[in-house]
């Protein structure tokens, strides 16, 4: 009878690689309709205040600050967009791009009384500009809370670490 001991393997040089689990698309999917929400929120109030604002036809119009905010508004709901497209292809800028364009979306809001001489003109303070902002009372205030809300939420599920394993399980670059 013979025994042979079992000895265990020696495992050469390098230590065997334990590969993740790949990522859940629920997280990645829940950011990218988030993302969308920031574009069709931020730049539907941009494209509802040029249109519905009385005594300015065209954004060139308006005075410089209130121009930089709904220029800058739709270049982020553009940036949101793109990067929502990203992300349903499975792209891993996609998750960044999402990220950073909410971000400047949640940060346009504060941003505005401070940016813009409109309200200085009209006689409206900071706080009364939050104020009329928190009341939803038109559209213009519900379109940049869903835009803000969701860009919150965007930034959130974009960093979350079962996104960018989501987006690496892919063979796109």
């Known amino acids: 009878m013979n025994y042979q001991a079992q000895y265990p393997q020696q495992q050469g040089f390098y230590p065997s690689y334990q590969q993740s689990a790949p990522g859940s698309p629920g997280t990645a999917v829940f950011a990218g309709?988030?993302?969308?929400?920031?574009?069709?929120?931020?730049?539907?109030?941009?494209?509802?205040?040029?249109?519905?604002?009385?005594?300015?036809?065209?954004?060139?119009?308006?005075?410089?600050?209130?121009?930089?905010?709904?220029?800058?508004?739709?270049?982020?709901?553009?940036?949101?967009?793109?990067?929502?497209?990203?992300?349903?292809?499975?792209?891993?800028?996609?998750?960044?791009?999402?990220?950073?364009?909410?971000?400047?979306?949640?940060?346009?809001?504060?941003?505005?009384?401070?940016?813009?001489?409109?309200?200085n003109g009209i006689g409206l303070s900071v706080g009364d500009y939050f104020q009329a902002l928190i009341a939803f009372d038109n559209a213009y205030s519900v379109l940049l809370g869903v835009g803000a809300v969701a860009g919150l939420l965007a930034f959130l599920f974009a960093v979350v670490p079962s996104t960018s394993r989501w987006l690496r399980g892919s063979r796109h670059y």
């Open 33 to 119: 309709l988030s993302s969308l929400a920031v574009a069709a929120g931020i730049g539907g109030a941009s494209a509802y205040f040029i249109a519905e604002f009385p005594g300015y036809d065209n954004v060139f119009d308006l005075p410089a600050g209130m121009q930089s905010i709904l220029i800058g508004r739709l270049a982020v709901a553009a940036l949101a967009l793109i990067g929502a497209v990203m992300l349903f292809a499975r792209r891993r800028a996609g998750a960044p791009v999402v990220a950073i364009s909410a971000i400047l979306g949640a940060a346009s809001l504060p941003l505005e009384p401070v940016v813009s001489e409109m309200l």
